[in-house]
């Protein structure tokens, strides 16, 4: 079987999955449509120009016609992150149109206005993915729940998860980890979709029974400052660290510091930093609305999933590791675990299963 993965942009947590599919002996060909825009430096990710893609990938070449970006494009199995743009549905057309077997890939829809106005063209969608592509997979069970929405068949919608490469450390079982103060990191941009005044607020509560706990948040600040000013309103400025945006090589190392890391988001499509975190050997606290929290998070195992906007609920959640610091350690090591279910190796081997009975099924319609 021969491949070609389309997808938006180079990046950390899709190059590892690329890789492992090659590793397993499939002929891959990656077309990104375009380089790593300001506002992804910002959060620390690195340049990637043309000289450091690999001799299988590219970017898009804009005066060539668009499936012809790959010569042998009529032999591949094609993978599409969407609908939702033009140049995306063009794409769909040209491979159906053509009778080349393609695949849809994505994360679950935003939420809000964004949800209802696209609802129309993602029924739509829907059904051309039923009538011509082998199937769907979505980023985990909530992005799998999403696809079922815009009306694709049940039998045609598997999970592909996004997956980060393992540990280069054995263990994070540092021995003064438990005696160390209480210490929350969250790793993402510091915005209102991202749910930071809620964390702030939480935080407090802890802090307030815990006033040796820390709180420690990386990322750009999209709010010009207005979360620090909060911390320093709440009373909590001296425990709350704002780092700004730590270098995507960094992350790993300024988590292996933390008691539990947090992602409070009001909506994330996935959240790579909780697989960052579960490879690392972390406790793990995200919210309902966060797609890997299904996946990832076993409650009560491995960590907690709390409400999205809920104080109340972050607040306990972080409390039990603040009360318990051997329950975060014990947390911490059934997250590798989990996160052991989630290896590039094991994703792209399910992949390729999943493809390869697609295509004998024959599920395309006419």
Not at 301 to 312: I, K, L, P, Q
Request: aromatic fraction near 10%; glycine fraction near 10%; proline fraction near 4%.
């Amino acid at each position: 079987m021969k491949i070609a993965i389309w997808t938006i942009t180079p990046n950390h947590y899709q190059s590892a999955f690329h890789d492992a599919v090659r590793r397993l002996g499939t002929d891959t060909r990656v077309v990104y449509f375009g380089e790593v825009p300001q506002e992804r430096h910002a959060l620390g990710w690195r340049t990637i120009g043309r000289s450091d893609l690999l001799e299988e990938e590219s970017f898009l070449n804009d005066n060539a016609n668009l499936v012809e970006n790959i010569a042998d494009w009529r032999e591949r199995v094609h993978v599409v992150p969407g609908g939702r743009t033009k140049l995306l549905r063009s794409l769909v057309r040209s491979l159906s149109r053509s009778g080349v077997e393609w695949v849809h890939w994505s994360e679950p829809s935003s939420p809000g206005w964004k949800r209802l106005a696209g609802s129309a063209l993602r029924y739509w969608y829907g059904q051309y993915v039923n009538r011509y592509a082998l199937g769907a997979f979505g980023t985990g069970h909530m992005a799998m729940d999403d696809l079922r929405r815009w009306g694709i068949r049940r039998f045609r919608i598997a999970s592909l998860p996004y997956v980060v490469a393992p540990s280069a450390e054995e263990a994070n079982e540092c021995s003064d980890r438990e005696a160390r103060p209480p210490t929350y990191v969250y790793v993402g941009q510091l915005c209102h979709r991202k749910g930071i005044d809620v964390l702030l607020r939480a935080f407090r509560e802890v802090a307030r029974d815990y006033p040796l706990a820390r709180l420690v948040l990386a990322g750009a600040d999209g709010s010009k400052g207005l979360y620090q000013g909060m911390a320093e309103r709440l009373g909590i400025s001296k425990q709350t660290s704002f780092t700004g945006p730590v270098p995507i090589e960094s992350v790993r190392g300024l988590m292996r510091s933390a008691t539990a890391v947090v992602l409070p988001s009001r909506h994330d499509g996935w959240g790579v930093v909780l697989s960052e975190a579960a490879a690392e050997g972390l406790a793990l606290i995200a919210t309902e609305t966060c797609g890997a929290a299904r996946d990832l998070i076993e409650p009560g195992y491995n960590g907690f999933v709390v409400a999205s906007e809920s104080v109340e609920q972050l607040a306990a959640a972080m409390n039990v590791y603040a009360e318990d610091p051997g329950r975060a350690l014990q947390h911490g090591r059934h997250s590798r675990i989990v996160s052991a279910r989630f290896t590039p190796d094991r994703v792209a081997s399910t992949f390729l299963e999943t493809l390869s009975a697609w295509r004998g099924v024959g599920v395309r319609a006419s």
